[in-house]
């Protein structure tokens, strides 16, 4: 009973008992097309920094720390205000064209930054510029991906976001690389190149967008009911009379026409009124928005942004093996996330990988922890095996942020809102996660330097406790369930949250 009952034996049986139709090109090249956006990010947290350490980009610019500083950091600013701003976008135009228009913003953002020509003002606002897509794709695309995924392997198809983003951070760093290595540092080519490459894989989603299908459930909130049973037939590879179609279908329309859910009974304040004053939403809010303060407080990020300061830390001195160092762990967390969206969010369920993922963490911080407390008094007499170490466990950290802290808070921030206000949730979300990455990206060279260095690591220990503490008493479960079964767990008390659905509390839906 026991086996019959596991996460493994549930996501095994939900697969088997899938209808193969659903498995077809459709599905898939609509949801490749909005993971694309993850690139964005990726390509940008790959090069940015990398660029600003390339001798044309120096001679250029006449760069000092603070201006690094800005140019590393200002994207994410311009992402928080960028993932607020797309809810007034997202549910009126579409999914479709938010993706076209947030994937040009980011496109001429780039180009900015490629021809600024010297002019650090006009950097700063190809940065801004940039940052207002990437953090609109982070709502729409991860969003819809959850809206039009089956809800056995919703997970998986999700993490696609997370996955092309670290693609797209691999191809920075070596991208950069090959630049500092083939192309003059005398020619301003040598730093535009990595900019500019930066705009091929939005192009590509936008072209593919013009050849995949809009989300469902969007057209249903639009009162567009027979456009929206048509599509989804399309997605599912059914005709529109199957019982997996029809099924799925009057769940997500009565789950809407029960709530009047529709566009045009709600405005945008109406929507933030019922995000902040309705329990249940509420307790929405608390979740996304605590999970996303607490993935940047367990110092991956920190990690990710400053990767050759740490390596230097830790007694790596060659600048060729930094940057080398810095490709292999973008490699290693591109390879993790595969594997967690393989064999974690759905398989092991979201709150399992959670809790590994943060013990890992927990594990890797301790160790760099003790380690750079010894280091920094016994730099000469340290062996040459806990140095290896000290480099094995910041890559064991990357196993454990791409199953946890980092691939979750992207998942329940897509797919643990109700249709109506989505778009909002997503957006506020995405928000705070924009603005505490670029409060940490600008934090922590002062964090390191005054608490020792050491010091800085024994924090986010600190903090992925705390976490690991709050995934256990009020993360829950959402593996398998569909979107409308997810609202059965928030019309729960908070100290519940946690606990499985009952079955008489299961709608038994598909979504």
Not at 169 to 187: D, E, N, R, W
Not at 344 to 352: A, P, S
């Amino acid at each position: 009973m026991a086996t019959q009952k596991s996460s493994l034996a549930k996501y095994v049986r939900a697969i088997k008992d899938s209808p193969r139709e659903i498995f077809n090109w459709r599905l898939f090249l609509t949801s490749f097309t909005f993971a694309l956006g993850g690139c964005a990010k990726g390509w940008d947290e790959g090069s940015a920094a990398a660029i600003t350490q390339l001798p044309s980009s120096q001679n250029t610019y006449d760069l000092d720390d603070n201006s690094i500083s800005n140019i590393v950091s200002l994207v994410n600013l311009g992402a928080g205000i960028g993932a607020l701003l797309s809810f007034l976008l997202n549910d009126r135009v579409g999914r479709l064209m938010s993706l076209r228009l947030y994937q040009l913003l980011y496109i001429i953002g780039s180009l900015i930054s490629c021809f600024s020509s010297g002019n650090a003002a006009a950097l700063y606002i190809g940065r801004i510029v940039a940052g207002l897509g990437i953090g609109s794709l982070s709502v729409v695309c991860p969003m819809t991906i959850s809206e039009i995924a089956p809800k056995s392997f919703r997970g998986l198809m999700t993490l696609w976001f997370n996955i092309c983003m670290l693609s797209g951070q691999a191809l920075g760093v070596f991208i950069v690389y090959g630049c500092s290595i083939h192309v003059a540092p005398t020619k301003d080519l040598q730093y535009q190149t990595p900019w500019f490459t930066q705009t091929f894989a939005p192009a590509v989603s936008i072209v593919l967008s013009f050849f995949v299908w809009e989300s469902p459930r969007w057209l249903l909130l639009d009162h567009q009911h027979d456009q929206s049973l048509a599509t989804l037939a399309q997605l599912r590879g059914s005709p529109a009379d199957s019982e997996i179609v029809t099924t799925e279908f009057n769940s997500m329309a009565s789950y809407i026409e029960d709530r009047e859910a529709g566009l045009g009974n709600n405005g945008s304040l109406k929507i933030i009124k019922e995000t902040f004053l309705v329990k249940s939403n509420l307790r929405r809010v608390q979740l996304t928005i605590i999970i996303y303060i607490l993935a940047q407080m367990s110092g991956a990020n920190a990690i990710t942004n400053y990767l050759p300061t740490i390596f230097g830390l830790i007694g790596i001195k060659d600048s060729d093996v930094k940057v080398y160092s810095t490709g292999l762990y973008t490699v290693t967390k591109l390879i993790c996330c595969v594997v967690a969206s393989l064999f974690f969010i759905d398989l092991v369920g979201r709150r399992k990988s959670l809790m590994i993922g943060i013990s890992v963490q927990i594990i890797c911080h301790s160790y760099l922890a003790g380690y750079l407390n010894v280091y920094q008094d016994n730099k000469d007499d340290m062996s040459k095996g806990s140095t290896d170490a000290a480099l094995a466990f910041v890559y064991i950290h990357a196993f454990g942020w791409a199953i946890g802290l980092y691939s979750l808070p992207y998942l329940f921030g897509a797919e643990l809102w109700p249709n109506k206000i989505r778009s909002f949730g997503g957006a506020l979300s995405q928000c705070f996660h924009w603005m505490f990455y670029f409060a940490i990206t600008k934090a922590t060279p002062s964090m390191l330097s005054s608490l020792h260095q050491w010091g800085a690591f024994v924090l986010f220990i600190g903090f992925c406790v705390v976490a690991l503490l709050y995934t256990y008493f009020m993360v829950p479960e959402t593996a398998g369930m569909s979107l409308e079964e997810i609202n059965r767990i928030f019309e729960r008390p908070l100290f519940l949250l946690a606990r499985p659905l009952s079955p008489s509390e299961s709608l038994g839906q598909d979504g």
